[in-house]
T-cell receptor, first 120, second 115 residues
Framework: GAVVSQHPSRVICKSGTSVKIECRSL??????MFWYRQFPKKSLMLMAT?????????EQGVEKDKFLINHASLTLSTLTVTSAHPEDSSFYIC????????????????FGPGTRLLVL | AQKVTQAQTEISVVEKEDVTLDCVYE???????LFWYKQPPSGELVFLIR????DEQNEISGRYSWNFQKSTSSFNFTITASQVVDSAVYFC????????????WGAGTKLIIKP
């Protein structure tokens, strides 16, 4: 149980194009999904918290117009990197919280496999 | 302030040795959870354990064990009889106070198990 998928796993794009990354909870409903960015050999950096049916909450320093997040259903959140530039190249990871989790289970984040973005 | 410190940046041991990964945290919450995740070279984070601050009993799962000491604000992770497949980066995390289930992450410890 608690499986999260991410698509694509890898993407290479030209500078100036937009890239959409999908995050899906496969066997549970996720009220809340999280988007992280991870640089090589670094810890996870939370970019935004995505709640189904409402606007995402962005962390300080993350440009909301650059990283568009849509959480249209209880099983899908998307991150769109708009007008990507080489400095946006990174490993993007999503996680999801099981809304039906009993008690402490709701505290646990389950992670997708990540998306490696390379902007040329 | 809240903080998670994993002081060991990298640990290298030979297979079958026991190894302990340290995690020290700071929080003003009186009740909280602590987490450990594993990130193998593939990149996907794997949930290992969630521990409630009320429960200070050590937990054992196969070769993995966790020692939670509230008095020293530590939540250490031990792997006994390590195997090459244990090679990964391990993260300790703590929920952010008054947040929407957001986590504060340690810097991670890279564990290398040599055959």
């Amino acid at each position: 149980g608690a499986v999260v998928s991410q698509h694509p796993s890898r993407v290479i794009c030209k500078s100036g194009t937009s890239v959409k990354i999908e995050c899906r909870s496969l066997d549970f409903q996720a009220t809340t999904m999280f988007w992280y960015r991870q640089f090589p050999k670094k810890s996870l950096m939370l970019m935004a918290t995505s709640n189904e049916g409402s606007k995402a909450t962005y962390e300080q320093g993350v440009e909301k117009d650059k990283f568009l997040i849509n959480h249209a259903s209880l099983t899908l959140s998307t991150l769109t990197v708009t007008s990507a530039h080489p400095e946006d190249s990174s490993f993007y990871i999503c996680s999801a919280r099981d809304r039906a989790g009993a008690g402490a289970d709701q505290e646990t984040q389950y992670f997708g496999p990540g998306t490696r973005l390379l902007v040329l | 302030a809240q903080k998670v410190t994993q002081a060991q940046t990298e640990i290298s041991v030979v297979e079958k040795e026991d190894v302990t990964l340290d995690c020290v945290y700071e929080t003003r919450d009186t009740t909280y959870y602590l987490f450990w995740y594993k990130q193998p070279p593939s990149g996907e984070l794997v949930f290992l354990i969630r521990r409630n601050s009320f429960d200070e009993q050590n937990e054992i799962s196969g070769r993995y064990s966790w020692n939670f000491q509230k008095s020293t604000s530590s939540f250490n992770f031990t792997i006994t009889a390590s195997q090459v497949v244990d090679s990964a980066v391990y993260f300790c995390a703590l929920p952010r106070m008054d947040s929407n289930y957001q986590l504060i992450w340690g810097a991670g410890t890279k564990l290398i198990i040599k055959p």
